[in-house]
């Protein structure tokens, strides 16, 4: 196990996974509207974003959550998230929600008791400078993970809309020394293959862009210097250390099929900064927060319930 003490004067900690196609040499990239595949120029050649920071943020969530349950997963109980609830079952929470509790389904609900209590808590907040610290402990009370991975709170009613949090855990997954590999296939109709395709109908050829790499790696960034920066004490920068990598290491221990023709298996995994140290395994890491939580609980609501009404 890492030993926490140990970063106290370090600013990041930075980890790179290296990554190989888990079959053959191909592989699907994440694509963009009126863009396509994320390809860019480096000064040692031709690079390739394969997942972007957003995504791999929703997927260390996702990772977190048991879908069966609507709940955290057991090694993470206690921990602080919103429930929105409609007609009194389970609609979303601020894990599974790209904005966490500035989802519309929390803030923009025609029930405003949510509202109206967390508006209470950041008033001494509505004029002035923001108090860190005050702004830490609340979101730590509500939802421990938007410490973890930002948030916007952009309501005018809630300090103006000035409340920001941003990403203290970020990952991407980046190719180099890319190369485009062109493939395609046909949409057969065995019935009538000169149909009229706009309705579905007919034979449809297609193509189709994959990639191929001399290198492959997921990089994560654990911004050290912004968790202890909120200012909430030992044992809460502790959790939140471990939550950080237990998110990195659940996300790489699960298997990373991305997309259907995206899937890798990752080879190794080192900590490049500080150097020295090693990636705990998930078992130590999920014995570590279970008292790290405990130690923790009182700062927190554990499940708080929000309700949506249109």
């Not at 970063?7 to 900690?13: A, C, K, Q, S, Y």
């Not at 993470?76 to 609830?85: D, F, I, K």
């Not at 298997?255 to 890798?264: K, N, P």
């Not at 570590?288 to 130690?295: G, Q, V, Y």
């Amino acid at each position: 196990m890492i030993d926490i003490k140990s970063l106290n004067n370090v600013p990041r900690l930075l980890v790179e996974a290296r990554l190989v196609p888990l079959q053959g040499q191909r592989f699907q990239p994440t694509g963009f509207p009126d863009l396509g595949a994320a390809q860019f120029e480096a000064a040692d050649g031709s690079h390739l974003l394969v997942e972007s920071a957003q995504s791999m943020a929703n997927r260390m969530e996702a990772i977190c959550w048991n879908e069966a349950a609507n709940d955290l997963i057991e090694p993470l109980t206690g921990l602080s998230y919103v429930r929105v609830e409609k007609d009194g079952k389970y609609l979303t929470s601020s894990v599974m929600e790209a904005h966490r509790i500035n989802s519309p389904y929390i803030l923009e609900s025609g029930d405003k008791n949510f509202v109206s209590a967390l508006k209470a808590e950041l008033a001494p907040m509505a004029d002035g400078p923001i108090d860190r610290s005050k702004l830490g402990a609340e979101l730590l009370r509500l939802d421990v993970g938007s410490l973890l991975h930002g948030v916007f709170l952009a309501k005018k009613e809630l300090a103006g809309g000035r409340l920001r949090v941003a990403r203290a855990v970020s990952g991407f997954i980046e190719a180099e020394g890319v190369r485009v590999a062109q493939s395609g296939g046909v949409k057969n109709d065995h019935v009538d293959p000169s149909g009229e395709t706009k309705s579905g109908f007919g034979n449809v050829p297609f193509s189709r862009q994959e990639f191929t790499a001399e290198k492959i790696a997921a990089y994560f960034n654990v911004d050290l210097a912004q968790i202890r920066g909120y200012g909430l004490g030992e044992d809460v920068e502790r959790m939140l250390i471990l939550l950080a990598l237990y998110k990195i290491r659940a996300v790489l221990d699960s298997g990373l099929r991305l997309r259907t023709a995206c899937d890798f298996d990752v080879q190794e995994v080192i900590i490049t900064r500080p150097t020295g140290l090693q990636l705990p395994p998930l078992e130590e890491l999920e014995d570590a927060l279970r008292s790290s939580i405990a130690a923790c609980k009182s700062q927190m609501a554990g499940i708080t319930t929000a309700v949506y009404k249109k």
